[in-house]
C-alpha cells in the first residue's frame, strides 16, 4: 500500500485539458438556441432522448450537455423521463429491431406537434451496422427524422448546432 502512495505522489496529477473550443461559441449557440426556444415555445424544450441500439457514445457526449461546463438547462433545454411530456425526440444508435417497437411507440406517444433528431453517425445513416437481420439501420427507416446530426459521436457543440438547427429548420407551432 505505502508503494502505490508513494508512486502516487511521484506521478502526481493527471487530466484531461479543457475542451479546446471558445467559450464565446457556446454562449452565442446558447443564445440564439434560448432565443428561438422563446420564439417558439415560450417556455422551455423538452427533449426525451431515446437509445434505439447504440455503442452508448453518443449518450456520453448528450450528458456533458448537463455537466457544469456546458449546462444546456441555462439555455431552456431539458431532458424529461417521458414522450408525453416532450416537444422532440433525440434518437441515438441503429435501431435494433428489439427497439423497433418501443421507438415506434415512443414516437406516436409524443405529442404534436413534434419533432426528431437523429444523433450520431449510427442514427443518421445506419453506420458500420447498416440493415441486417439484428438492425434495421437509419432511424429514419422507421420514423420520419427532421434533422440529422453526424459524427462518431457528435461534440456537445454539434449538438447544440443541431438542436438549433431543428428549430430554426422546422416550423413548430406553440
Known amino acids: ?36 426556444i ?45 414522450p408525453r411530456h416532450a416537444d422532440a425526440l433525440l434518437v441515438t444508435g441503429p435501431v435494433s429491431r428489439h427497439m423497433e417497437t418501443a421507438l415506434r411507440r415512443t414516437w406516436r406517444a409524443t405529442p404534436s406537434p413534434k419533432f426528431v ?4 453517425e449510427c442514427a443518421c445513416t445506419g453506420g458500420e451496422f447498416g440493415v441486417s437481420y439484428a438492425s434495421r439501420g437509419a ?15 457528435p461534440a456537445p457543440l454539434d449538438l447544440l448546432r443541431g438542436l438549433l438547427a431543428a428549430l430554426t429548420t422546422r416550423i413548430v407551432a406553440p
Request: proline letters at 5%; a negative charge; charged letters at 25%.
Open 38 to 82: 422563446d420564439v417558439r415555445f415560450g417556455r422551455s424544450l423538452a427533449i426525451r432522448q431515446v437509445d434505439a441500439g447504440s455503442c452508448n457514445g453518443c449518450e456520453l457526449e448528450i450528458h456533458a450537455l448537463n455537466n457544469s461546463y456546458y449546462d444546456v438547462e441555462r439555455f431552456g433545454v431539458h431532458f424529461v423521463a417521458s
Open 1 to 36: 500500500m505505502l508503494r502505490i502512495l508513494e508512486q502516487s505522489l511521484r506521478i502526481g496529477v493527471i487530466t484531461e485539458s479543457p475542451p479546446n473550443h471558445d467559450d464565446a461559441e457556446l454562449t452565442r449557440l446558447g443564445i440564439e438556441l434560448r432565443r428561438v
Open 117 to 120: 433528431i437523429a444523433a450520431g
Open 139 to 153: 432511424i429514419e427507416n422507421v420514423i420520419p427524422v427532421d434533422v440529422k446530426i453526424p459524427g462518431c459521436p
